[in-house]
């Protein structure tokens, strides 16, 4: 028996180091998307790429920074008060917004599924919200449905990669691969540096990335573009100076889809998560702490126990005999 326990305490001893070992070795795990929250949330302090498409480029070190990520403006544009002046609610979506108020679980779920068809406008559900006089019930499935609404708003794309100038004097961000097929391709070449979108500044592939996919697909962007001019032999023009010889030229693009990016991962792997994407996150967040129901915190009933009753009288000790003399 005693050799047992010892061999049974060794083996828990070794497993606890093995579990903390592996604990040390692996890295956290992915943290889940915020969820919709009614408390008020710090601002989202994130690790981004300085230059998220930074892979395309051969031999450089990926670098990051820390930022703040501030609510989508596009996200939150849509319950602002010019955007609901022009909201039409449709006798479609009142009628499944009382019954998501039904007594039955089914009918609640069929209008859920209703709302959420891509047909159902994402403003459309704001302005319900926005109106106001609805049930918890209501409040809570318009709020899932608006999420998976907004997650799921297309986002613009140019269909390139690219890194920043990293000269000071000339900032912006240079092309450095053209995916085929894609806006891009079509107006610009392998070095054109990109210094404004829109007249906005652009110093890195996260702001390029940030105006570009906080637009919809279709939608048209200028460019302002530096491009090297080149000899006969496709060799750069230099001054006197040394620098090069530029020519400033402006395109206006329209923007394709961030799902056609998709089927180049096998062959340019592009970046997994967008930050426009968490920024949307964010912004939901706000659209919870503004339109959900208000909650009142219940305390716990405080449970009084009855005292104890005592006896009216309390009752005399035995007696016993004791010895005594004749």
């Known amino acids: 028996m005693p050799f047992r326990v010892v061999v049974l305490v060794i083996s828990l001893a070794s497993s606890l180091v093995s579990s903390t070992a592996g604990a040390q070795g692996k890295g956290a795990p992915d943290a889940a998307p915020p969820r919709l929250s009614r408390r008020a949330d710090p601002p989202t302090v994130v690790k981004v790429k300085v230059d998220p498409p930074g892979d395309a480029v051969p031999g450089r070190r990926d670098e990051f920074v820390s930022t703040t990520l501030h609510p989508a403006p596009e996200v939150v ?24 108020d039904s007594p039955e679980f089914k009918t609640r779920e069929a209008a859920t599924a209703r709302l959420s068809d891509p047909s159902v406008p994402t403003e459309e559900i704001f302005a319900v919200l926005v109106r106001g006089h609805l049930s918890d019930e209501q409040c809570e499935r318009l709020l899932t449905v608006a999420r998976e609404k907004v997650l799921d708003l297309p986002r613009g ?24 097929g894609l806006p891009a391709e079509r107006v610009l070449k392998i070095g054109d540096r990109i210094e404004l979108i829109d007249e906005k500044p652009v110093a890195t592939s996260g702001d390029l990335v940030e105006i570009i996919q906080s637009k919809s697909p279709g939608e048209s962007v200028r460019l302002s573009v530096a491009r090297q001019l080149r000899d006969e032999r496709g060799k750069p023009r230099l001054h006197e100076n040394g620098g090069f010889i530029e020519d400033r030229m402006v395109f206006d693009v329209v923007l394709t889809t961030a799902t056609d990016l998709e089927k180049f991962d096998d062959r340019f ?3 997994t998560r967008s930050v426009i994407l968490d920024r949307r996150l964010i912004a939901l967040r706000e659209a919870e702490q503004r339109f959900s129901p208000a909650t009142t915190k219940v305390g716990r009933p405080a449970i009084k126990l009855p005292s104890p009753q005592l006896p009216l009288s309390q009752p005399s000790p035995p007696q016993f005999p004791t010895k005594g003399g004749d």
Request: aromatic share 2%; net charge neutral.
């Open 77 to 100: 544009r849509l319950w602002s008060a010019e955007v609901i002046a022009q909201v039409r609610i449709t006798a479609h979506v009142l009628n499944a917004v009382a019954e998501l």
């Open 269 to 271: 792997p592009m970046q």
């Open 157 to 180: 794309a140019l269909g390139l990669r690219m890194q920043p100038s990293g000269d000071p004097r000339n900032p912006g961000v240079e092309v450095v691969l053209l995916l085929p």
